[in-house]
């Protein structure tokens, strides 16, 4: 009602009367956030900055759909944690800087992102995170800038935390929410003289019992690394299945359907391999895996669909990636298959 008189159903104000400008000051921070997922928030507020990303402008999920899934597992309530096995350059610290910055806007508590090393945490910081938060509108109007330092970011109601894995000192004392850590692979076993680091940063959640978001991903080393282990933990294993698009047939993307001639140049290869169907055996070309993509959907190994657990693990490979084609897997295969070192790379940094 605008007036006492609209409780009875008679407004006595003019038509084109407006509310006093402190009201409607007052109504503004009463007003509830959107109601939106991470990846709806992603593609309404998120600019990618042309320093580090190869497509600067407007985040689009469309061109990474199978972030999609990740992303919103943030807030859902089912999911404590969340575990992401991955490949170089699929997005993944994309991801994670999505659902901070969904958290800033949307749910503002303590956060804490954790890097292999403080040197790192420091770049990062600096060329990606502030970037992030100054390129988009609904986080630099809760950026709080004099008051923030380079590892600790403050914003209206929470503070950002950035850290170190290697430095004991920048993953105590605080109290968070939110704990973000980015290639777990890469930490040290131990932070200094503590324990592990995963475990540091874990004992900063303890307040938060019931809404605290753990996030951990990264790219694999060993069968008994953090990240590996972590996936063979999860409560829910998920993979992304995508249809054939000829037969529709959905099916996980594996190495071995990436046909190619052995007798050709590798550069030829790189430019004929195509993918083949695992069950009608026709050939699927690099045109048709973006469709493919924006069609798939995350599956457990038995199929279904929407499963989630308190610990959910996500695995993906380089064959989903929009920058990477089926014969440049082909490619990376062959001029690597020779050294047990570069072999073991691309195992774990594209399969």
Known sequence: PCCSSCLSGVCTMPKNHEWPPWIEEALQVLRPPEKMTVSEWANKFRVLDSRTSAEPGPWSTERTPYLRGIMDAFIDSRIEEIIFVKPTQVGGTEAINNMLGYAIAQ???PALIVYPTLDLAEFTSKNRLQPMVQLSTALAER??????KVLELQFDGMYVVIAGANSPASLASRPIRYLFMDEVDKYPRSAGKEADPRALARERTKTFTYNKKIVQTSTPTYKFGPIWQAYEGADVKLRYYVPCPHCGTFQTLK????KF??????DEIRSTAHYEC???RQAIRDAQKPGMLRSGEWRTDDGRADVRGNKTAFWLNAIYSPWVRFGDMAYEFLISKNTPEELMN????WL
Request: glycine share 0%.
């Open 107 to 109: 749910d503002p508590s």
């Open 143 to 148: 950026y709080q800038d004099e008051e923030s």
């Open 255 to 258: 190495f071995k359907q990436i």
């Open 261 to 266: 001639d052995r007798s050709l140049p590798r």
């Open 278 to 280: 695992e069950r009608c």
């Open 346 to 349: 691309f195992v774990n940094s």
